[in-house]
């Protein structure tokens, strides 16, 4: 039935009007600037605070861990063993020296973080599949000097395909829980890069929205700690949702203006995912974007692509950040 299904998908899109894909239609040319807000760059110099040797704990979970112990790249710290199926090596461990352990940039359940990827529920063939897209090449990134990219470029050429294989199963088999919250504002507190994420500047002002999404952990603290429980705030200008909810359920049809396809033709019914093609409900809006910005731009072209890239051809800024929020509004 998923197969079937997919090869109808591909059919709606391969017959969408030459006008969809038109060079006067086109929303971004390669020259646009992706946004900065969406793919946030380490400032040059910035330092986490020393190990002191504290241990450090999160709500729920009676583990403990230093500092040195949660940047350890080659260790997932797993704060709620009860929450998931034993990891296997390559996720708990890595393997030294050039496959990190999956579960410290995704944490030991999936969720991943406004930086990179949710892995939970993602089909395995997927996961497979972008996998072999960034050893290839085929799969990177519009900003070329972001870590979390980069590092999944170098891991995927390192790792051996058993390894991804366990992997792709273990993350599949893990239901996604939902970790977002949207919230739609006009003003929102003002941020800066910490890390690879936004974090809220200590002097409480605020700010207008603009053409932005800002995706923040409700508990610094507890993201930092990688803990997979860990949730997040993503403010989003005032309507959004609903519009998101509009071009995503008809594609702009309703305007006489077809901008995208409907995301259930492929996404499936509620958006969790049909057959090989991943779900999208609950996704981190900031990752939404920065894919759809990727697809646009030709930084993903991978075996999905095909299908993409005509869905997001007439996409402007404003589309993406309404789709984006809308798509994390859902339940996963």
Request: proline letters at 11%; charged letters at 20%.
């Amino acid at each position: 039935m998923a197969r079937s299904s997919l090869a109808r998908s591909v059919a709606v899109l391969l017959l969408l009007p030459g006008a969809l894909r038109s060079a006067d239609a086109q929303a971004a040319s390669s020259t646009d600037a992706p946004p900065a807000w969406a793919y946030p760059v380490k400032p040059p110099g910035f330092q986490p605070p020393p190990d002191d040797g504290t241990l450090r704990r999160v709500p729920g979970s009676t583990a403990a861990f230093t500092l040195t112990q949660l940047r350890d790249l080659f260790l997932a710290p797993d704060w709620h063993p009860d929450d998931h199926a034993p990891m296997p090596e390559v996720v708990a461990r890595g393997r030294r020296p050039e496959v990190y352990a999956c579960g410290f940039c995704h944490r030991a359940e999936g969720p991943g973080g406004p930086e990179n990827s949710r892995l939970a529920g993602l089909p395995a063939a997927y996961i497979v599949q972008q996998m072999a897209d960034f050893k290839s090449g085929a799969r990177g990134t519009s900003v070329p000097n972001r870590l979390p990219t980069t590092a999944m470029i170098a891991l995927a050429k390192a790792a051996t395909d058993a390894e991804v294989a366990a992997a792709a199963a273990y993350f599949a088999a893990i239901p996604p829980r939902p970790t977002i919250r949207v919230v739609e504002t006009a003003t929102v507190p003002k941020t800066h890069v910490a890390g690879w994420i936004l974090a809220v500047d200590s002097g409480g002002e605020r700010e207008p929205i603009g053409a932005r999404i800002i995706e923040l952990p409700e508990d610094p603290e507890q993201f930092e700690h990688r803990d997979s429980r860990a949730r997040f705030l993503a403010y989003a200008p005032v309507g959004s949702i609903l519009r998101g909810e509009t071009l995503a359920t008809t594609g702009g049809a309703h305007r006489g203006e077809q901008r995208t396809v409907p995301c259930a033709t492929c996404h499936g019914p509620g958006l969790k995912g049909l057959g090989p093609v991943p779900g999208i409900a609950g996704r981190s809006p900031s990752y939404v974007v920065r894919q759809l910005w990727d697809f646009q731009h030709g930084a993903r072209a991978g075996a999905g692509s095909v299908l993409m890239r005509p869905t997001v051809e007439r996409l402007t800024l404003d589309d993406m950040i309404a789709l984006a929020a809308y798509v994390a509004s859902l339940a996963p």
